[in-house]
């Protein structure tokens, strides 16, 4: 199982990006997956989940409205788009799942400064 996640990077408040996790050695459609975010001394917190096949998501109180969780079964990929971001969406994200749901990513840094 392997979760690579990319898309990250340095954007000023108010700015938008688009997180890609690409998915490997599973069967990416029958796994739900989901998105967590680890900010400087603090826990690892759940931003976003997707099940399997799209038709369900979660999102955390901080963010919704703000970012949406999708996926492409036929990519194996699965996306967070963050709109609106603010200073304290400052954090590594990573992706989260596998066959049972217990595989992660490496994590890629999100930073919200001007």
């Known amino acids: 199982v392997q979760l690579v996640e990319s898309g990250g990077g340095l954007v000023q408040p108010g700015g938008s990006l688009r997180l890609s996790c690409a998915a490997s050695g599973f069967t990416f459609s029958r796994s739900a997956m989901s998105w967590y975010r680890q900010a400087p001394g603090k826990e690892r917190e759940l931003v976003a989940f997707?099940?399997?096949?799209?038709?369900?998501?979660n999102y955390a109180d901080s963010v919704k409205g703000r970012f949406t969780i999708s996926r492409d079964n036929a990519k194996n990929t699965v996306y967070l788009q963050m709109n609106s971001l603010k200073a304290e969406d400052t954090a590594v994200y990573y992706c989260?799942?596998?066959?049972?749901?217990?595989?992660w990513g490496q994590g890629t840094q999100v930073t919200v400064s001007s």
């Open positions: 989260r799942g596998g066959p049972r749901y217990d595989s």
């Open positions: 997707i099940t399997s096949s799209g038709g369900n998501t």
